[in-house]
T-cell receptor
Framework: GENVEQHPSTLSVQEGDSAVIKCTYS??????FPWYKQELGKGPQLIID?????GEKKDQRIAVTLNKTAKHFSLHITETQPEDSAVYFC??????????FGTGTRLQVFP | NAGVTQTPKFRILKIGQSMTLQCTQD?????MYWYRQDPGMGLKLIYY???????DKGEVPNGYNVSRSTTEDFPLRLELAAPSQTSVYFC??????????????FGSGTRLTVV
């Protein structure tokens, strides 16, 4: 079955710097790769997603890149702000039933 | 439109007790899921359902049961609670009409402690 590895587990950056979180997946059939943000005490919220027919997708300060050959995808946050502090999860899945999640990255943005 | 609603938000159980975690969604989503999140860890899939009357096991189904009698509701049953089931439980849903997975909508979670 699918296995998703996520790095780093914690990431501290200064406000205004960029943050990059990386994930690798094992099942070459996976074709959907969402990213979720989880704030303290809340459920995860979808922030951006990408499908395997696209190499990059951007939404304001957030971008996701996908390398199908290497089976890895990354989340890029530019001009980080304190409100970006949260736990971020990547996930991978195929057309059918379910997503498999990475173990999460705790991002801290210091003012 | 309330999204995904989970009840209760918090619960303390004694070892060997049973309980049902409730999950309901009002978005007419056909797919529903139960995940558990242990402290500092990721999300592990317990059970999922692709429609009313259909359920399937995820990565960690032991000690749990589910049912899906309606599109809206997907309760998770814990029988004979054990300390290893102390966790935060999230219910999620999505619409999948055969055109590929879409992002899940998560509930706000149920924090369960077994003592």
């Amino acid at each position: 079955g699918e296995n998703v590895e996520q790095h780093p587990s914690t990431l501290s950056v200064q406000e205004g710097d960029s943050a990059v979180i990386k994930c690798t997946y094992s099942d070459s059939a996976s074709n959907y790769f969402p990213w979720y943000k989880q704030e303290l005490g809340k459920g995860p919220q979808l922030i951006i997603d990408i499908r395997s027919n696209v190499g990059e997708k951007k939404d304001q300060r957030i971008a996701v890149t996908l390398n199908k050959t290497a089976k890895h995808f990354s989340l890029h946050i530019t001009e980080t702000q304190p409100e970006d502090s949260a736990v971020y999860f990547c996930a991978a899945g195929y057309n059918t039933d379910k997503l498999i999640f990475g173990t999460g990255t705790r991002l801290q943005v210091f003012p | 439109n309330a999204g995904v609603t989970q009840t209760p938000k918090f619960r303390i159980l004694k070892i060997g007790q049973s309980m049902t975690l409730q999950c309901t969604q009002d978005m007419n989503h056909n797919y529903m899921y139960w995940y558990r999140q242990d402290p500092g860890m990721g999300l592990k899939l317990i059970y999922y359902s692709v429609g009313a009357g259909i359920t399937d096991k995820g990565e960690v189904p032991n000690g749990y049961n589910v049912s899906r009698s309606t599109t809206e509701d997907f309760p998770l049953r814990l029988e004979l609670a054990a300390p290893s089931q102390t966790s935060v439980y999230f219910c999620a849903s999505t619409r999948n009409m055969g055109q590929g997975l879409k992002g899940y909508t998560f509930g706000s979670g149920t924090r369960l402690t077994v003592v």
